[in-house]
């Protein structure tokens, strides 16, 4: 699941003017994570000790960015685990289908 979330943010982030540093995934034992009863994930998404990062986060375009990157690896890996079913509805009046919706969440195993 973290490859799955770092590659899609990863790729949203990277569609900024700034160029980002992908700084992969690491693991450790960390206390936020420690003791969950599901899957979970902690997301280091900027340095606000960096004064580019402060300006990006503060623009709502670049925030949507780091939650549709977070939203599309969650939802890539719950695909691939066959536990939930993306539905794309059409947009009003255009036929277009919208952003994916989750229809089933619950992991069957």
Do not use: C, H, W
Request: proline fraction near 9%.
């Amino acid at each position: 699941m973290p490859e799955d979330v770092q590659d899609s943010l990863a790729k949203r982030i990277q569609k900024t003017n700034k160029p980002v540093k992908n700084r992969g995934v690491r693991k450790a034992p960390f206390v936020v994570l420690i003791g969950a009863d599901m899957p979970s994930i902690l997301t280091e998404i900027s340095f606000l000790s960096n004064p580019a990062d402060e300006q990006l986060l503060k623009k709502p375009e670049n925030r949507q960015r780091v939650a549709e990157g977070l939203y599309q690896g969650v939802a890539s890996y719950l695909e691939s685990m066959n536990s939930v079913t993306m539905n794309q509805p059409a947009k009003p009046g255009t036929g277009q289908p919208t952003a994916p919706a989750v229809q089933q969440s619950r992991n069957q195993n």
